[in-house]
């Protein structure tokens, strides 16, 4: 791209905003749905659906262990996950400011790609915006995710005297990102464990079936 700045012009419409989803955002994301450029993607989800949404505003947008992009994608991948559902599908909506870097912009949906990649799900329509300097911390992501529920799972199955089993150490992402975003210097063993685990808690369900009554 000639400008390597956003600028108001991306979010407008016409030829830079074409450009910019020509020559950053489809060869980061491209597949057949997107390749289509179409206003909506035709999906086929054959039962159950589980549907979830989120936004994302995190400050850095760079942290150790992973930055905003793999955070969005992870973040819905998860919540599906929760539901008792296989990921299948994720929209993703860019909020840009005017003057983000576009390298900045590629380096997180470089991070998107791979975490959706991991997860086997497909980014499959989207949006963007660019507003003025100074009305937005430089990236806002909004997601929505698509996925086949396998086994539901809600609050309300959860009942005195069951377990609770923990997959990890607790608050090892929000002190990460804290730290990064205070200057402060933590041991390099802790850093942010977002990953999708829908993987993990499909090999759960799989073992334990009813066993399990709610996943957070």
Do not use: W
């Amino acid at each position: 791209m000639e400008n390597e700045k956003i600028t108001l012009a991306h979010g407008a419409g016409g030829s830079l905003s074409q450009a910019l989803m020509e020559s950053v955002i489809l060869p980061a994301f491209g597949n057949e749905f997107l390749q289509k450029m179409h206003d909506g993607a035709a999906l086929d989800l054959g039962g159950k659906t589980a549907f979830t949404t989120d936004s994302f505003v995190v400050a850095p947008r760079f942290f150790p262990g992973g930055d905003i992009g793999k955070l969005a994608v992870c973040g819905t991948v998860n919540d599906l996950a929760m539901t008792g559902a296989v990921p299948r599908y994720i929209s993703c909506a860019l909020i840009l400011e005017e003057g983000l870097p576009i390298e900045e912009l590629r380096r997180i949906l470089h991070s998107m790609k791979e975490a959706a990649a991991e997860a086997k799900v497909a980014i499959v329509t989207g949006d963007t915006k660019v507003v003025g300097k100074g009305a937005a911390d430089g990236i806002y992501i909004n997601t929505a995710g698509l996925g086949e529920i396998e086994r539901a799972m809600e609050p309300q199955k959860v009942k005195a005297g069951m377990d609770v089993i923990l997959s990890g150490t607790l608050g090892d992402h929000a002190a990460t990102v804290m730290a990064a975003r205070h200057g402060l210097t933590l041991p390099p063993e802790i850093q942010s464990d977002c990953a999708p685990l829908c993987h993990l808690t499909a090999a759960m369900i799989a073992a334990a079936g009813d066993g399990i009554a709610v996943l957070r």
